[in-house]
């Protein structure tokens, strides 16, 4: 166990944001609520995965919705904790620990939030490894681990559980049609998991990474030296493209944030014409209409100068870019994590064509 | 404390469906249900208000939905006592009785086929006296007792706990949503009331009122009388109108059955023209464009023949129908009921003029 420092808490939020591939929410909220938390004196405690005993709940949280919505209504740390307090009603149990379903963006910090409320640590893990837009989406779902309860909270004081559910695509569909209603944001609690299903199923260390991903790009911003490089460094990226946002399509869409973004190249891109499709996270990214990268890769678009992540919830006409690409978790390398993650998940008639070697 | 004879439930059937003025779902398989458990030797007891404990718990069950989607896909019993069962697993305390959130059509029925699984009796009330489409028209809702708990089940595995929600129209738009994504039917326990809240606000004796209704019905049928003339005297009514269908539109939409039908004067009302709008019930009655009938007060459709009553899911081109209007339940004729159940809270703007005298 280490108490994390008002340093880590702001790397957390640099590298989470990196590691949203888009989505995850802006972490610029949870930012400035853990923020005010530590100058309060408060603080959070991480621990690792083998920290939590076989039998111990730890209880799973995200903010679900479309990230735009995410980025106007605000989440504060009590309505995470309501979620999670809401879960322990359901099954008459207390969790001894929190944990991130996906490290990218505003939910790798939310865990941070809960846990500051409740007084129980944060694990060291999550189950993407990154951000995706649905319930099905996990390491989780892919070691087939069962999909609920889920708890799902209003600020308007609305609070549903869905107790029981036959598959995880039906969790999905039942929980967003509440997130939807709810204005596309709920805070919920996800299907509690055991210690051992987190050592068996989560990816272990994705909070400690995130850390290490904002400190290289803060060092880096700090010592002039360029962030981007610093980035693939320590990531082991490959970068893919520089060019310049010259179209925005988004949509918010049944729960989603859903659309499009085409950049025209600079520099060593220029006359390239890139095309980025994204539901809350970036999906497949076209260059002269053929596709390069895809989920379950990491798509990450960086600001040029700063090398900080741009969402797909604030990208927009003008912006300098560099789009670079992350390996992903191992789970979903697999066929079945393929059926769960793959591009024809998000709906594409196109196979996974791995950027890093298989 | 009576038993329920076989004769009684058919005649139940008969009489909830008049009274569900429409909507209600339609009684025919829930009668068949019941017609085979009592043929297995089951029986249901029902009991009066005065028979409930201030502080028993009774469970509040409906099939939730758009009447034709609930035509075409049965909900069994064990269906409807799981909705009751799970709620008991949420409360952490067992029912004493189950009575209909509304008289109407088939969910007069579902508290016997709950009741036939559970072994707990039917308390002899409802809270509409008539059956309304949403969770807010009720007598509970008028007497602002509390909207939530509720759960919603669906044969295919799913269970949604709805445990709170700040207002009734919350607790409508949240579990509308499931009921929605769960294929526009779904098996509901609603709010659990107190023997006490029952006997203060429930309508009481309507499933004693409906199976008279039903019995008045099929005798003047087995004497040859005129049965529409027979539900006008047991239940005070007016007739309104005689005709033939000559337009029906209909639309299965967010939940409901919505749309419009169109009939011909026949006999002393050749020439006029009558239009009647539903939202799963009969909401207003427009005679050559002005309004002469609306919610609170019952229309109901019956077959100028046998006087049974023709629901917003069954009504089709052709038919020779009588429409008749029966009084509201005094509960929805203040002010505040009005607010809830008026024209208005269907979205007309026209003020509700009663027939029967104010």
Redesign the interface.
């Known amino acids: 166990m280490r108490a994390l420092t008002a340093d880590d808490i702001e790397a957390l939020a640099v590298g989470a944001w990196i590691l949203g591939t888009g989505g995850g929410g802006s972490p610029y909220h949870a930012l400035l609520a853990l923020r005010r938390l530590y100058a309060q004196g408060r603080h959070v405690d991480l621990i690792g995965v083998d920290e939590v005993a076989d039998d111990d709940a730890v209880a799973v949280v995200s903010v679900m919705g479309a990230p735009l919505v995410i980025l106007e209504r605000l989440v504060d740390s009590r309505q995470i904790a309501r979620a999670v307090s809401?879960m322990e009603e359901?099954l008459g149990r207390k969790f001894k620990a929190v944990m991130a379903i996906e490290i990218g963006g505003g939910n790798g910090m939310q865990p941070l939030l809960a846990a500051s409320q409740l007084g129980i640590p944060v694990v060291d893990a999550d189950a993407m490894g990154r951000a995706y837009p649905e319930a099905q989406m996990t390491s989780f779902a892919v070691g087939n681990l069962a999909p609920s309860p889920l708890t799902s909270i209003d600020p308007?004081?609305?609070?549903?559980?869905?107790?029981?559910?036959?598959t995880w695509k039906?969790m999905e569909?039942?929980s967003r049609?509440?997130c939807?209603?709810?204005g596309s944001i709920a805070a919920t609690c996800k299907a509690p998991r055991s210690g051992a299903e987190v050592r068996r199923w989560g990816i272990a260390g994705t909070t400690t990474k995130a850390i290490q991903l904002g400190r290289a790009v803060r060092e880096a911003q700090r010592r002039h030296d360029d962030p981007i490089e610093a980035i693939l460094q320590t990531e082991s990226g490959r970068r893919l493209f520089s060019g310049k946002v010259i179209e925005v399509e988004r949509r918010t869409t049944e729960g989603f944030l859903r659309g499009r973004t085409v950049f025209d190249g600079l520099g060593v891109d220029r006359g390239a014409k890139v095309e980025l499709n994204f539901q809350n996270e970036w999906t497949v990214l076209w260059r002269d209409g053929r596709p390069v990268v895809s989920t379950p890769e990491l798509i990450c678009v960086l600001d040029s100068e700063s090398g900080e992540a741009i969402g797909t919830e604030t990208i927009r006409y003008g912006q300098r870019v560099t789009v670079i690409v992350l390996p992903a978790a191992a789970v979903f390398l697999t066929p079945r994590g393929l059926e769960h993650v793959g591009p024809r998940a998000f709906g594409y008639d196109i196979d996974f064509q791995p950027v890093f070697g298989s």
Do not use: L, Q
């Open positions: 809401a359901h308007r004081g609305s609070e549903v559980i869905v107790s029981k559910t036959p039906w569909r039942t049609k509440v939807t209603e709810f």
